[in-house]
């Protein structure tokens, strides 16, 4: 008999869509194409200078080599209490109430094995962000699938019923606004119906805030944990990979519940020793600095979204423009609706150079669709479009 190479989890677990990507991209680029790159939502700008000069100031004391804490260090939770007090008016306590993640990817993965038990089931909208699902499936919970293409109201009738229907009842739902990769976003009342609902059917809410500061158009994104009640019923996670440009660092946060993030904090003193303690004192520097800054970085996508809109449009690609998020979410284009989002994105990297992510690989409701990340610059898209635009002609 072999050895045994893979557990029964894995086998559950289809190909990283962005790893097949990659690798379809590698393989073009082998080729000496020039890919231009909309697939992941992978910040091209880099991180603000003075992040990056408190990341080198800090790493030259030895004592900041040594372990440091999974739970975060203190100063960077009270960075966190001050950041929501600032932008939400919110009262965190950083001693009980926050968490320092390794990115809200881990965070929300080792959230689900921290309250989940095998057979849980877990409200979860479709197509969604790919750990929003798998984080369940690690923990052995079930997906009740809660379609979100036809906007907020639309999603939050399909969730109370999913939840009536649902035998036993789910113990806790994901939600993600502004949302990746469709950009719905709401408004502050959507929280305020979900924290009475969850009051009511007492069900765990989890909001996954990672596009808080790619907003456009004077539109501001609401956080869950500013609706009154909120941290009796849910937690909040937050990335720091957009806002900042700090993809890389892989630093954020969980806050809300006081025994959901102690939950979580023990599961993960068992799972790491936390994150480089010079890269949490950067995050300080990052949580504290003008919100000018994230109006400025703000700026430079919605440029980057009107032009690749504009372009689209004109050239017969039916595309909305979001009022957050860095995405545009588009159906596949009439004239390919034969396609399936798959293919039409692998014809899209083979006869114009253009990598966009096909809608199936966030569920089974984005296929028909793809999700364009506005990660390059103006000149870049431009000449996207003309590539494109070949395939129209």
């Known amino acids: 008999m072999p050895i045994q190479t893979e557990s029964n989890l894995i086998k559950k677990f289809p190909p990283y869509l962005f790893a097949r990507l990659n690798a379809e991209k590698l393989a073009a680029r082998r080729q000496g194409k020039d890919v231009i790159d909309f697939t992941m939502g992978n910040p091209d700008n880099p991180t603000p200078q003075p992040i990056v000069d ?32 600032r932008k939400y008016g919110v009262s965190i306590n950083p001693y009980t109430e926050a968490v320092s993640v390794i990115g809200s990817k881990e965070g929300l993965g080792h959230l689900g094995l921290a309250v989940l038990n095998r057979g849980d089931k877990v409200l979860v909208p479709n197509p969604t962000y790919p750990i929003h699902h798998y984080s369940v499936i690690i923990a052995g919970g079930q997906l009740v699938s809660v379609p979100i293409l036809d906007g907020p109201e639309a999603f939050l009738k399909a969730l109370f019923k999913a939840h009536a229907k649902a035998k036993p009842r789910p113990k806790m739902v ?11 976003s709401v408004e502050q009342a959507f929280f305020k119906e979900i924290v009475a609902w969850a009051k009511k059917s007492q069900i765990l809410v989890v909001h996954d805030l990672a596009y808080a500061d790619i907003v456009f158009d004077g539109y501001k994104s609401p956080s869950f944990l500013a609706t009154p009640g909120a941290k009796d ?29 102690a939950s979580l904090a023990r599961l993960k003193s068992y799972m790491d020793y936390g994150i480089f303690t010079p890269i949490q004192v950067a995050a300080i520097t990052a949580l504290d600095s003008p919100e000018e800054n994230l109006r400025k970085l703000a700026a430079i996508y919605q440029e980057r979204r009107d032009i690749m809109a504009a372009g689209l449009n004109k ?79």
């Open 54 to 85: 408190k990341l080198i100031e800090v790493v030259q004391d030895k004592k900041s080599h040594r372990y440091s804490t999974s739970k975060g260090i203190p100063a960077l939770l009270k960075a966190v209490s001050r950041w929501y007090d």
């Open 174 to 184: 994901i939600l993600n606004f502004p949302h990746n990769p469709t950009t719905v």
């Open 233 to 261: 019923v849910g937690i909040e996670v937050f990335t720091l990979s957009k806002s900042y440009n700090m993809a890389g660092w892989r630093i954020g946060f969980a806050a809300g519940h006081a025994k959901v993030i």
């Open 315 to 393: 050239m017969g690609w039916p595309v909305e423009k979001p009022k957050a998020a860095m995405y545009l979410w588009a159906k596949v284009p009439p004239r390919f609706s034969k396609m399936n989002s798959l293919d039409f994105s692998m014809m899209l990297l083979k006869d114009a150079e253009v990598g966009v992510s096909p809608g199936s690989g966030f569920g089974s409701l984005g296929e028909g669709y793809v999700r364009i990340a506005l990660v390059e610059n103006k000149d870049r898209i431009r000449q996207a479009l003309r590539n494109i635009k070949k395939l129209f002609s």
